[in-house]
């Protein structure tokens, strides 16, 4: 039995919703969304500073409510970030710490990714014994159908999408999943990764019947329809833009035949495309209107005052390629888009080029329309936040920090928990934020090791100058968080690093 409480509301006259007997105030929203970009880079929004791509549904999104600017990941990739999430632990705590596919210790599984256990508290867990209803549409990376991570054993009263992060490469999947039952959409699939060495690329060639974020956005917009008198939490992990590059072709065409020059030919993975660059455009403006129609949803049904939303991405841009060079993995050019913003490092790494993400919140009357803020925070912050934002007592065990308070009056966040990556994928590495500062170690499952390296990343965000020699005293005092916080994992081992070198 989860152990929450809801808090004693105050009646007062402008109260948004009545559940039981008990009337929610005007600063706790009757709704949540929260809606995860997939690989989205922390320069490829309008209202980041993107140049190339349209986004005006989220750059809209921004205007009406408050920009972080210093907002990380839990984790560098998919899984991990998502189980930080879902469950507030940091990389030190959580249980999953890498995409370690389910049938590397399940056998009985031939999809989807190693289970959270039974005892793991998801916030959906806890909204929904609170008196929420809780639903996910998009891509869920925590545990296969059957499992003790699947959706509905981790507190998801709907779930359409894809169970498995590994089918997700594909938009045009055999299958999607709805709760624990397989839904075939395509019977004729496509591949997730397919080279063409020589011939013309087409688009055709890699184009099903039935698009994917086509059925799971309908799914979410029937969702909000069926639940606007009720409380609920809509968690929408959307697919774009994730590689491979398959957006329909009305998507493509509104950018530019000139940006390509030539085809990508799958030699970094996933699938060919002849119009790379147009293609990834396309991607993130079809995110857009995802967005969009969530939105005109909440409008339609009367819900846009009532409903925190939330956007965020689970990691940064997509990381290099070496078997066609000019391209990133799956043809994404980050370069030519400034996917990073100048940022260091991309998807797979715990610099902040692949952990600083996008992050807007917006709630009229409540949260400052177009504000900025630059506090530090990070994906283990929102269990204890979303628990506030709507008056319920999380539980004990959590790592992050409200940002509530900090959201909504812009007071100082008094952080009582440490923030940093335990990551033993890519090398192994570990990064500590403090305060202004950041230390980082990467390689540490390598046979040569990197050194430490600290940042001063208010000041050197680009990380561009190590100041490790002149500051052992943060190194030691990130040796010494990792020490406390850091919990072994047999499933994904790594040892803190306690020297100093």
């Given amino acids: 039995m989860i152990k929450v409480g809801l808090t004693l509301c105050v009646l007062c006259l402008c109260c948004l919703a009545v559940t039981g007997n008990c009337v929610i105030a005007q600063e706790h929203p009757a709704n949540i969304v929260l809606i995860l970009a997939d690989d989205l880079g922390y320069g490829e929004l309008g209202c980041y500073g993107q140049q190339k791509i349209r986004t005006p549904n989220i750059d809209r999104l921004a205007s009406q409510g408050v920009r972080f600017t210093q907002h990380y990941s839990g984790a560098p990739v998919c899984a991990p970030a998502r189980c930080v999430l879902m469950t507030g632990q940091h990389l030190g705590h959580a249980e999953i710490r890498g995409n370690q596919q389910a049938k590397k210790l399940f056998p009985q599984f031939k999809e989807g990714q190693h289970p959270v256990s039974q005892e793991v508290v998801t916030l959906p867990m806890v909204l929904k014994q609170a008196g929420f209803v809780t639903g996910a549409f998009g891509k869920w990376g925590l545990g296969p159908v059957g499992s003790t991570g699947s959706p509905a054993a981790k507190g998801i009263d709907e779930f359409f ?37 020589d011939g013309e690329v087409t688009i055709e060639t890699w184009q099903g019947t039935n698009y994917a974020p086509a059925l799971m956005i309908d799914e979410a917009e029937q969702f909000i329809g069926r639940h606007a008198r009720e409380r609920f939490f809509l968690y929408l992990p959307f697919v774009e833009p994730h590689v491979s590059l398959q957006p329909p072709l009305a998507s493509i065409d509104e950018y530019p035949s000139d940006w390509d020059t030539q085809p990508y030919r799958g030699g970094n993975g996933y699938l060919p495309h002849p119009r790379p660059r147009a293609a990834y455009a396309a991607m993130i403006s079809d995110l857009d209107r995802h967005v969009g129609r969530v939105l005109q949803s909440l409008e339609k049904h009367g819900l846009t005052e009532k ?25 994404a050019d980050p370069k030519f888009f400034q996917s990073t913003s100048n940022l260091k ?8 080029g692949g952990i600083r993400v996008p992050m807007i919140a917006k709630l009229p009357g409540v949260i400052d329309a ?28 959590l790592d992050g920090t409200s940002l509530w308070k900090t959201i909504t009056s812009n007071s100082p966040l008094e952080r009582t928990k440490p923030m940093l990556w ?23 499952k390598t046979k040569k090791p990197g050194g430490w390296e600290v940042y001063h990343i208010v000041d050197d965000p680009s990380e561009a100058h190590d100041l490790a020699p002149t500051h052992p005293e943060l190194i030691q005092q990130a040796i010494d968080i990792l020490q406390r916080e850091v919990t072994p994992n047999p499933v994904f081992p790594m040892e803190v690093p306690t020297d100093m070198s």
């Avoid at 169970?163 to 591949?191: D, K």
């Avoid at 335990?422 to 540490?444: I, T």
């Fill in 345 to 352: 490092g991309y998807k797979g790494s715990v610099y902040e």
């Fill in 370 to 397: 177009g504000s900025t803020n630059e506090t530090p925070c990070y994906f283990a912050d929102w269990f204890p936040t979303l628990c506030a934002a709507v008056a319920v007592t999380p539980p004990e065990n």
């Fill in 161 to 197: 999408g894809y169970n498995c992060q590994a089918v997700a490469h594909s938009y045009f999947p055999r299958h999607l999943w709805r709760n624990e039952e397989m839904i075939v959409i395509n019977e004729r699939p496509i591949p997730g990764a397919q080279r063409q060495p």
């Fill in 307 to 331: 409903t925190l939303v939330i956007f965020t991405s689970d990691n940064g841009a997509t990381h290099e390629g070496a078997g066609e060079p000019q391209f990133h993995i799956g043809g």
């Fill in 422 to 444: 335990f990551y033993p994928e890519y090398g192994g590495q570990v990064a500590v934020r403090l305060g202004d500062w950041k230390v980082v170690r990467r390689g540490l």
